[in-house]
């Protein structure tokens, strides 16, 4: 019987395999940030143990830090506090760090992929859930809690018991104005925020083909959203003009990069390779879609009306009196009569340069709603210099948009950039969860286009007619 | 880490599904550089006003479950963030121990706990605990007549019983591994260095395709 891509992986990482199937992984990127480390440091001072193996971790600040111009003096005494720790934890430590002010500073899985750092075939952990976002290129990659963080700053390895695999194949072509963030939310409610625990998603089918890398990137982001801690899509040609393209210090060149081409060629799954679940979606048929609920397995298409308790699939009366009380709504709404307060984009979901492209062919022109307030936050400084190389800055500051510096942001609200209590919000980030952009606060799942639409027109709309109009 | 071996304690309900690590631990406490002070701000916005008071709706506040460490959910608890401060909160603010439901749908069974958050619950000496929805509904409808209701958690014999009037006792499947880790409250970190020769050997030859 053939091996998928997880199987491949699996194997060539295995220092020792456990009598319970799992094993002790080897690991071949750590990537840290300033919130789930600390701790870890801190253990391995208690203990007195070293890092292993400094030169494969890799550091930036990113979920606590300002995106304002003037932040690189942090008022909050206690963020400061956390972030001057990052600082002296990888100096003692010897691990790299891209620090507030470097050019290539930016959330953790944008700067991996940006610096060559993420290739096909390794094995990439990060104490932050979304590290599924490296899969887009064929990486096993996952988040782990901080006491994991340690373990693999002492031993470069980790125990983890064997996960299923599941398929997802997504056929067909997309309409106009669906995109990637449109197929993971769709999968999301298909298969529910659980449907994917215990499992590494694979992402396969011509409508993953035909997708570029940071739309990729954008699926697998989000597939902890569906339970799964990693998503897996198989290295291609597409991946490796990304990687032998642009600057990316990192990446393998020359004969170093043929070597390494030819061996990632032999990582996708073989055509007899066994998934112990699969699911297959018809993308032709998907629509722009839009969280309603308080996760984001509670999505509807954006033409659906907002379902009532008993009509939303997978949850109980409960779950949805619960999420809709949260979330001010009544069943039935159409979410195009719903007005926004605030429109996020940014995250490390769609804060690439294709998104900011995207959210500003819509934006040019046009303005913003008076009482709508925009936020356009750039995913790393890299994506920040190109959209300002390719004009999209002046696009967004002429809409009436607050064009920031690179960071997590409003996604978890960690530093200053918060809902307040009722705000309504358009977000491209990934979690609708309650209070999770700020107290309070009311977070709508969207593409980039659909969230830059809804700036000008103040409320939810359906891109698809909203550009015939 | 503290073992666990046996527990008797007083069980809290909790009847939502899907509790996200956000929910149990708010963002603005994770700025915090330190693995301990997290109890009081377990489940910060459901269980405080704005004002800073007990939320007398929220249902971990009412007295009867005053003292109590089992905490019982819904399915899919943990979900979300893999922020560890999850776990340390709860343990923290004195649970022991927490029970959800796996869930069928669609004759698939979807685990109680999300992955990343049982990790952590293992490395905090902090059990995890997968029933059925029927017996998760059970342990709700003794709960709501039962005041100061006790349930006695037992990992060597993997059994929960509930100390209702009529006991109840639930059996419950649990990973080999993590079962020795929590029973011996091991440091895994010391138990990996015992394989060091061979993390050595498997670097030899092992590409990371860094550049030289």
Known sequence: MGKTLFDKIWDAHTVRALPDGGALLYIDRHLVHEVTSPQAFEGLRLAGRQVRRPDLSFGTMDHNVPTTDDRMEIRDPISRAQVDAMRTNCRAFGIRLYDLGDEHQGIVHMIGPELGLTLPGLTIVCGDSHTSTHGAFGALAFGIGTSEVEHVLVTQSLVQRKPNTYKVEFTGRLAPHVFSKDMVLKLIGTIGTAGGAGHVLEYCGETIRALSMEARMSICNMSIEGGARAGLIAPDETTFDYIATGDRPFAPKGEHLEEAIAHWRTLPSDADARFDQTTTIDSSRIKPQVTWGTNPGMVIDIDQPVPGPGEAYGYSRTDVENALAYMGLAPGTRLTDVAVDVVFIGSCTNARIEDLRLAAAILEGRQKADNVELLVVPGSMQVRRQAEAEGLDRIFKAAGAQWRNAGCSMCLGMNPDQLRPQQRCASTSNRNFEGRQGKGGRTHLVSPEMAAAAAVAGKFVDIRKWLEA | ?212
Request: aromatic residues 10%.
């Open chain 2, 1 to 212: 880490m503290r073992p666990f071996t046996r527990h008797t304690g007083i069980i809290a309900t909790l009847d939502r599904s899907n509790v996200d690590t956000d929910a149990i631990i708010p963002k603005q406490f994770l700025k915090s550089t330190k693995r301990t002070g997290y109890g009081p701000s377990a489940f910060f916005d459901w269980r405080y006003t704005a004002d800073g008071e007990p939320d007398p709706g929220f249902e971990l506040n009412q007295h009867r479950f005053e003292g109590r460490s089992i905490l019982v959910a819904r399915n899919n608890f943990g979900c979300g963030s893999s922020r560890e401060h999850a776990v340390w909160a709860l343990v923290q603010d004195g649970y022991r121990a927490v029970i959800s439901p796996w869930k069928e749908v669609s004759g698939k069974r979807l685990p109680a706990f999300a992955d990343i958050f049982q990790t952590n619950t293992t490395k905090n000496g902090m059990l995890a605990i997968e029933l059925s929805e029927a017996e998760v509904d059970t342990i709700f409808k003794l709960v709501a007549a039962n005041k100061g209701l006790q349930a006695t958690v037992d990992l060597n014999t993997q059994q929960v019983t509930i100390h209702a009037p009529k006991a109840v006792s639930f059996q419950f499947e649990i990973d080999t591994g993590a079962k020795e880790q929590l029973l011996n409250g091991l440091d895994d970190i010391a138990l990996t260095l015992q394989d060091e020769a061979k993390i050595t050997q498997f670097e030899s030859s092992h590409e990371t395709w860094l550049p030289g």
